[in-house]
């Protein structure tokens, strides 16, 4: 079984930075979509930034202009600089990849992908 593994996760005040990471040691992400999504304490989940599998980018509205997602090939780990964090940050963040590049278009390759642990992330006021 592929096993995700998300770090970095913390507490932060308002207007602060974290970064958090995503490695594997049996997958590797270059050339395949995968996405950082998150899930509130009573809210749905919410996908906020990915890669599609040919390298693009892409962003939730929530995110755009103060998340950054990033990928090291050399150390097969991807990573999501969040910046400015409010207090609605506050969430479990998870890293998810999709089973293969033909998964990735489905449409929904989140639904049958891998997925880490989760990491917490709490942005106090």
């Known amino acids: 079984q592929v096993q995700l593994v998300e770090s970095g996760g913390g507490s932060v005040q308002a207007g602060g930075s974290l970064r958090l990471s995503c490695t594997s040691s049996d997958y590797t992400f270059n050339g395949n979509c995968m996405g950082w999504f998150r899930q509130a304490a009573g809210k749905e989940r919410e996908a906020i930034a990915g890669f599609y599998s040919g390298g693009t980018t892409w962003y939730g509205d929530s995110v755009k202009g103060r998340f950054t997602i990033s990928q090291d090939n050399t150390e097969n780990t991807v990573y999501l600089q969040m910046d400015t964090l409010q207090p609605e940050d506050t969430a479990t963040y998870y890293c998810?990849?999709?089973?293969?590049?033909?998964?990735?278009?489905?449409?929904?390759?989140?639904?049958?992908?891998?997925w880490g642990q989760g990491t917490q992330v709490t942005v106090s006021s």
């Open positions: 998810a990849a999709a089973q293969s590049r033909a998964a990735c278009h489905s449409g929904q390759w989140w639904k049958t992908g891998f």
